[in-house]
T-cell receptor, first 114, second 110 residues
Framework: KAGVTQTPRYLIKTRGQQVTLSCSPI?????VSWYQQTPGQGLQFLFE???????NKGNFPGRFSGRQFSNSRSEMNVSTLELGDSALYLC?????????????FGEGSRLTVL | TQLLEQSPQFLSIQEGENLTVYCNSS?????LQWYRQEPGEGPVLLVT?????EVKKLKRLTFQFGDARKDSSLHITAAQPGDTGLYLC??????????FGQGTRLTINP
């Protein structure tokens, strides 16, 4: 079956702009989690959605937001971009909410903020 | 402060050597997962350990969960260049989100 698909794969923005990233989970998976990966901080949890509801949220400012649609596809948005937002943003889907299921990751969206 | 500390952060060894990567915490986890991430790709699950003292083998890889479920190790025997990648441990605490370590970047030189 098709894996997790993230778009776009690469993008470049300037400070102050906003960006929207998209994630299509594996068919049948209802849980979508977002992570930020940087060399210095590793994988940091952003938020998790299950059945269109945010279940968990990490320690990121309100500039980071997300949503999930009825078909389980998810988007995350970052407003007023800062240089420190440059990172690989990973989406992961699983059948179940929470930690009990294996996470299937997409290839990520690499964001560069200039 | 990282909830899960991985060591070493970087490891470069020759093909054929053995190595061990550690994942330590002061917290107890209900389960612990190991992922491997290759350049340009997302992490891929290698194994999940759930019982204290549990040992799982995946070909040349041996995973162990500590008796107190606070730590884990990954041992690779006769490392090969294909083992090169970023190894991540991730701990689960009940219904909370997975917490990832910073990773061990492993390079196997031919």
């Amino acid at each position: 079956k098709a894996g997790v698909t993230q778009t776009p794969r690469y993008l470049i923005k300037t400070r102050g702009q906003q960006v929207t990233l998209s994630c299509s989970p594996i068919s049948g998976h209802r849980s979508v989690s977002w992570y930020q990966q940087t060399p210095g901080q590793g994988l940091q949890f952003l938020f998790e959605y299950f059945s269109e509801t945010q279940r968990n949220k990490g320690n990121f400012p309100g500039r980071f937001s997300g949503r999930q649609f009825s078909n389980s596809r998810s988007e995350m948005n970052v407003s007023t971009l800062e240089l420190g937002d440059s990172a690989l943003y990973l989406c992961a889907s699983s059948r179940l909410a929470g930690e009990s299921g294996e996470l299937f990751f997409g290839e990520g969206s690499r964001l560069t903020v200039l | 402060t990282q909830l899960l500390e991985q060591s070493p952060q970087f490891l470069s060894i020759q093909e054929g050597e053995n190595l061990t990567v550690y994942c330590n915490s002061s917290s107890v986890f209900s389960s612990l997962q190991w992922y491997r991430q290759e350049p340009g790709e997302g992490p891929v699950l290698l194994v999940t350990v759930v019982t204290g003292g549990e040992v799982k083998k995946l070909k040349r890889l041996t995973f162990q969960f500590g008796d107190a479920r606070k730590d884990s190790s990954l041992h690779i025997t006769a490392a090969q260049p294909g083992d090169t990648g970023l190894y991540l441990c991730a701990g689960a605490q009940g219904a909370q989100k997975l917490v990832f370590g910073q990773g061990t970047r492993l390079t196997i030189n031919p």
